[in-house]
């Protein structure tokens, strides 16, 4: 069997198993994923990519998700519709875009689907820091198109998400810039305490220094909590 007819058996083994499943197309985008994704943290997963992405069992709880194949940054962004006005635009992200999701969950991937990092972030902290950054494109002297858009940062995680899966040591932006004036750190999420800083250009060295640590913990550092 060659390589293509391998990989066309292998399509249509996952399709059959999402239709099983009722999950919709497992090769949207993303999708894939979210099926994992949905599996790790006990959810039931949303039945197409057009409504929520995951919910209870009970269905009393909605969940978003946000995955990502990168292993080194996690910036989860947020597409939203255009509203006439701003405080349209507030009432819109409260009750059908974020707010209205109990906890949103970015979680980044390996190739191969394997899972190395998830954050756990109420759906109001999500909203609280979205919104200065929405607002101001909102008002930005720019014809609108497209979509409305922001983004989480590296920092917005680390102060105000939970890591509930993930490598106990991480390489962090420092607190004293964000350009080539500022560092690297290397964090103990497990204490929070700062192991070592980095300089701007030595960012490689901070990931070495944290495969390191890991690797020397049982089970490479992944812990769940």
Known sequence: MTLQEQF????????????????????????????????????????DLHGIDAESFCGKETYEYKTSLSTKYLTPRYDVSWCDTWENQIEYLKKNKIANHKFHFFASFTILGEVTAIYKMSGDTVLELLLPKLQRKFYAPKKRSGVLY?????KDLREHAELIYGPRYVVCKGEDGWDQSGTWEVVDKQTDDVVSVHSWNWREDALKEVDELNSALENKGLTFS
Do not use: C, W
């Open 150 to 154: 922001a983004s989480l940062s590296e």
């Open 8 to 47: 066309t058996k292998k399509y249509a083994e996952l399709v059959q198993i999402a239709n099983q499943m009722d999950v919709g197309d497992p090769f949207g985008a993303g999708r894939a994923r979210e099926i994992i994704l949905s599996g790790i943290l006990g959810h039931k997963i949303g039945s």
